[in-house]
């Protein structure tokens, strides 16, 4: 059965940080590239964050702030967000991506984690 539950989003600051995390079952996400995405309201959902094993890229908007790990032993992703801005408001989602920085047009999602950055 294929799941993902994200979690750890919340109301901060400008400047503040967050940790999120995703929560997988299902073996076609511990082989494959994961990434962490995000929909802002009236946008359309984009890739910000891609890992495989031993390789991570990121969206030049996030570049240097954020951090994507993986620890397959315990099926999760992490997303750490730091030095949070008004712009990266939107809801947080975790699911397969294609390397080098490619998302996926993917038929099942998680709930998803809404993080807001108040200025």
């Known amino acids: 059965q294929v799941q993902l539950v994200e979690s750890g989003g919340g109301l901060v600051q400008t400047g503040g940080s967050l940790r999120l995390s995703c929560a997988y079952s299902g073996s076609i996400f511990r082989v494959n590239p994961m990434g962490w995405y995000r929909q802002a309201p009236g946008k359309q959902r984009e890739l910000v964050a891609i890992?495989?094993?031993?390789?991570?890229n990121y969206a030049d908007s996030v570049k240097g702030r954020f951090t994507i790990s993986r620890d397959n032993a315990q099926n999760t992703v992490y997303l750490q967000m730091n030095m949070l801005k008004p712009e990266d408001t939107a809801v947080y989602y975790c699911?397969?991506?294609?390397?080098?920085?490619?998302?996926?047009?993917?038929?099942?999602w998680g709930q998803g984690t809404q993080v807001t950055v108040s200025s």
């Open positions: 699911n397969r991506a294609r390397m080098p920085f490619n998302p996926l047009v993917l038929d099942y």
């Open positions: 890992s495989t094993v031993n390789w991570t």
